[in-house]
């Protein structure tokens, strides 16, 4: 189990994706009842892809006190590799919330990540003046991919040239954000770790969108930078 980002518990060996617990958004405002507990993961199979369907014994979201989360979108194609740091966010009171994510590889071995309210480190701390690049990837070619159901989808990744540990938190918004708003479903993340991420953000729409395609606008110090996924796959 990982707990607030520490190894506990079950064994790791034979789970392709493991699971790990970012940060609580809000738990720092004054008077705020509603947090964010921010998950991500990576996935250790270097060659292949690993699903997880969800909800499923294999891919499960759970809070406490016991909410509705059908409306979050719960990663479930892993790509190979993949290194992605904020994946999605589940809301939890400010006090006394928690939220856990557990995958498991059907053999009997499950991680879990775990976020504490009252002690997860907060999303809103840390904040350095440097800028996170977003960049337009996916998986392996920087392209749209589009299924015979007229889905398309992307990877979109980011860079941020910070040096050390330094991460960038950007709230959700007009800083950060996939453009035409409503396009999708799917929220880009909100903390850019000082690292290259190369699938940060899988997002899927109805195509076309238009000759303009789906972008992540990204604003931090004043410059703002645009990833465009508007080229559709050979």
């Known amino acids: ?27 720092l405002s004054v ?16 060659i292949f892809s690993t699903q997880l369907s969800y909800p499923s014994d294999r891919n499960q979201l759970s809070t406490t006190p016991a909410s509705n989360v059908s409306n ?21 009171p400010c006090q006394g919330g928690s939220a856990v994510w557990t995958l498991a590889d059907g053999m009997g071995h499950t991680l879990s990540a775990v976020l504490y309210a009252n002690s997860a480190p907060p999303c809103e701390s840390g904040i350095p003046t440097q800028t996170a690049r977003p960049i337009s990837v996916f998986v392996d070619s920087p392209c ?21 540990n330094s991460a960038v938190y950007l709230s959700l918004g007009p800083n950060n954000q996939f453009l035409p708003v409503g396009a999708t479903l799917q929220t880009p993340p909100v903390a850019f770790f000082a690292q290259r991420v190369r699938a940060a953000a899988l997002v899927q729409w109805p195509c076309p969108l238009g000759t303009e395609g789906l972008t992540w606008n990204v604003t931090t110090a004043g410059v703002s930078r645009t990833a465009s996924a508007s080229v559709y796959c050979l």
């Open 1 to 27: 189990m990982i707990d607030n980002g520490h190894v506990c518990d079950h064994p790791v060996n034979g789970v392709a994706v493991v699971p790990t617990a970012r940060c609580v958004e809000g738990r």
């Open 31 to 46: 008077g705020s009842t509603q947090c964010y507990a921010h998950f991500g993961y990576f996935s250790m199979d270097p």
């Open 72 to 92: 979050i979108i719960i990663p479930q194609v892993f790509s190979p590799n993949a290194s992605v740091a904020d994946a999605f966010r589940v809301p939890i």
């Open 144 to 164: 749209v991919q589009r299924s015979p159901q007229g889905q398309c989808s992307v990877n979109f990744g980011y860079y941020n040239p910070n040096q050390g």
